[in-house]
């Protein structure tokens, strides 16, 4: 069976065929999730945010023109959700707590080892998960979902320049965390 394109699956769709979005979920749900989860920290509110972006992206493929690609149209929708969240959360945070100030301390100490760790990559993206949302899914979509810098200017809708320095500073917070935590050494 020929594996189907993202158009001609939606062209189904538009078409009256609306099981075949279950096609387009499966085919986007895990590396979504994963952008989600790095971003909210929660699995929870990433599997809510996640089903809503699946809702918002049918509810609008009639908008979509095909002008660029399904993917990179699909992250925008799941980018700008996320931080859709993030911002309510932090209103209902600074409503309950009035005076308190949320901020990302990099230096705070973690207990890392790992000689404890049995893999390797789950280290990483522990150490990923340390970084403020915006950090961690520039890293996300650039390394682990393969995307170009001009796939990402798009998808989150900014400038080219703008991703290479978002890339740029993800890199380097990522770096003060490994090297303020001595963990150089555990990564080689």
């Not at 660029?68 to 931080?83: D, E, G, H, P």
């Not at 809708?157 to 963990?183: G, H, P, Q, T, W």
Request: with cysteine.
């Amino acid at each position: 069976m020929k594996k189907l394109s993202d158009q001609e699956i939606i062209d189904s769709i538009k078409l009256g065929n609306q099981a075949d979005f279950s096609i387009i979920v499966d085919r986007y749900k895990d590396k979504a999730f994963s952008l989600l989860k790095r971003m909210l920290k929660n699995e929870q509110d990433a599997e809510e945010t996640l089903q809503d972006c699946f809702i918002k992206a049918y509810n609008s493929l009639n908008g979509f023109k095909g002008e660029a690609k399904f993917s990179t149209w699909f992250y925008r929708i799941v980018y700008n959700t996320a931080l859709t969240k993030l911002s309510s959360q932090k209103r209902k945070t600074e409503n309950e707590m009035s005076s308190v100030h949320e901020h990302f301390d990099l230096k705070s100490d973690y207990d890392y080892n790992v000689s404890e760790r049995k893999d390797m990559s789950e280290f990483i993206n522990e150490l990923v998960n340390k970084l403020p949302e915006k950090h961690s899914a520039i890293i996300s979509l650039f390394y682990l979902d393969e995307m170009s810098c001009e796939e990402i200017s798009k998808a989150l809708d900014i400038s080219l320049s703008n991703v290479k320095v978002m890339l740029y500073r993800s890199r380097n917070a990522l770096k003060d965390i490994i090297i303020e935590n001595n963990l150089v050494e555990e990564l080689i």
